[in-house]
């Protein structure tokens, strides 16, 4: 039991840590109504002192030393919005060793050592909070915990990458080029501070691994995720397919085949019916579609990423971590993950998919296209031919359902026939 006001070591200024810094600031009246106990941000670790801020902070609050905060008795509760990996594992490990409670956004973190930093937090009962960590300000961590706790859930499938989206969005809607949209996207502080890791589809790969951790209590990392980003998209398919009806969507993915005891957890860019409500999620806009025995289909929707709409996730659990903290409870709900439930392979499972190729412009060509997909089971739901470029014509093909390895297997094959001259990376498409 905790009386007197909490302290919280705030680990990162940037672009989340300002944003909690602002939120703290202004609604501290309410916060602590409603937590219970005055909160208050006691220091703040950052890697250059000298840096101009947008947030006055007072210079002795700073340190460039985050151990000080995870080692500072005075410190109840250690907000982590810097990032990293490896140091900040240390560092959080230690934060909980010593007894405080830890809110973090770090999903790199939880998507690799979900598991150590819950058990740690288990066996020293504090906290371990990371609603921030999927989906920005969308609340689906504890939805997926505690709401939905009475369901099976089947399937959770969403736009979890604020950049992607963004970027998709404008070269869909603005016809931007790529490296625009996502300039734009870093100078509004959704892109990571590499952003491979967004445009390669590694920030949803972490974000799906976690949900899917949670959705089937069954744990899940980041290596286990099929990943595909959306480098490969082009303004062609983005055009093809809205004339096909479809928008270009990096989905995330995770379903449970209870008849064959297995998951399939993947991330690619798919195409998406345009009155699907994943279509008209735009910009840095992120959905989550829960699907449950009891609840049938749950969206979550809003900003996944941000300083204020990931500050709000972030505050949110800080106040749940006092709560916790002035009531003795901490440490109640940690690692939910009690099953081991295989991932399928890629192979097995099943999808339609979206075919672009350049091919000999002769007749024949069509005929030969669909044999080697007929040989492999391939179903084609529709074929088009776009247009010539000298002697090739653009052909694009709509599959039916097919297994993923049969599709593979066919597209190989076409990439080595005689007629093809280049065979794109086909698309997932959705139904
Ligand atoms: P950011 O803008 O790059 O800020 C990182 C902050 O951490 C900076 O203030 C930096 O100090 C400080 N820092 C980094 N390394 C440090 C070290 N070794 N010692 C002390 N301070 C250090 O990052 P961000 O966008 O706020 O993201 C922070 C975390 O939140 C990441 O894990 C990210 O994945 C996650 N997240 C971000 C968003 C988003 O919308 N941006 C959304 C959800 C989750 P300086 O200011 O001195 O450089
Ligand atoms: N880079 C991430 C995104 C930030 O674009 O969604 C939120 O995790």
């Known amino acids: 039991m905790k009386e007197g006001p909490v302290k919280v070591g705030l680990m990162g200024l940037g672009t989340v840590g300002t944003g909690v810094y602002k939120v703290m600031q202004r609604n501290a009246e309410d916060i602590a109504l409603r937590a219970g106990l005055p909160v208050t941000i006691a220091k703040i670790a950052v890697r250059d002192l000298n840096k101009e801020r947008s947030v006055s902070v007072p210079r002795d609050m700073l340190t460039d030393d985050p151990r000080e905060l995870v080692e500072d008795p005075e410190i109840d509760i250690v907000v982590e919005v810097m990032g990293g990996m490896e140091n900040t594992l240390d560092l959080l490990l230690t934060a909980l060793r010593n007894g405080k409670s830890v809110v973090t956004a770090n999903k790199d973190l939880i998507a690799e050592h979900g598991r150590v930093l819950l058990d740690t937090a288990a066996e020293y009962r504090c906290d371990f909070l990371f609603e921030a960590s999927v989906a920005g300000g969308v609340p689906i961590v504890r939805p997926l915990k505690q709401c939905l706790a009475g369901n099976r859930i089947s399937q959770v499938m969403g736009i979890i990458n604020g950049t992607t989206n963004y970027i998709l969005t404008k070269m869909t809607e603005e016809g931007l080029d790529f490296e625009t949209a996502l300039r734009q996207a870093q100078e509004l502080g959704y892109a990571e501070a590499d952003p491979t890791s967004d445009v390669e589809g590694y920030d949803a790969a972490r974000k799906i691994a976690i949900l899917a951790s949670l959705a089937f209590n069954s744990r899940v990392v980041f290596s286990q995720v099929e990943v595909a980003g959306i480098t490969s998209v082009t303004d062609r398919d983005v055009r093809y397919a809205r004339e096909l009806g479809y928008v270009i969507k990096l989905l995330a993915i995770a379903k449970h085949d209870e008849e064959r005891g297995a998951l399939e957890v993947a991330v690619r860019p798919t195409l998406v019916p345009v009155d699907h409500p994943l279509a008209a999620v735009g910009g ?47 440490g109640r709900i940690l690692c939910t993950c009690y099953r081991n439930i295989p991932i399928k392979p890629v192979e097995e499972t099943y999808s339609r998919f979206y075919l672009r190729a350049l091919v000999a412009d002769r007749p024949g060509v069509l005929g030969a296209m669909a044999t080697v997909l007929g040989e492999h089971g391939v179903s084609i739901a529709s074929m088009l031919q776009k247009s010539s470029r000298g002697d090739l014509a653009e052909i694009v093909v709509v599959t039916h359902t097919v297994r993923q390895g049969s599709l593979m297997d066919a597209v190989a094959r076409l990439r080595d026939h005689e007629v093809v001259d280049t065979m794109f990376p086909p698309l997932h498409v959705e139904h």
């Open 284 to 330: 840095a806009y992120n959905a989550i579609f829960v699907r449950g025995d009891a609840v049938g289909e749950a969206m979550f929707h809003g900003l996944g990423a941000g300083e204020l709409p990931t500050a709000s996730a972030v505050v949110g659990d800080v106040v749940e971590a006092v709560r916790n903290l002035r009531d003795g409870v901490r």
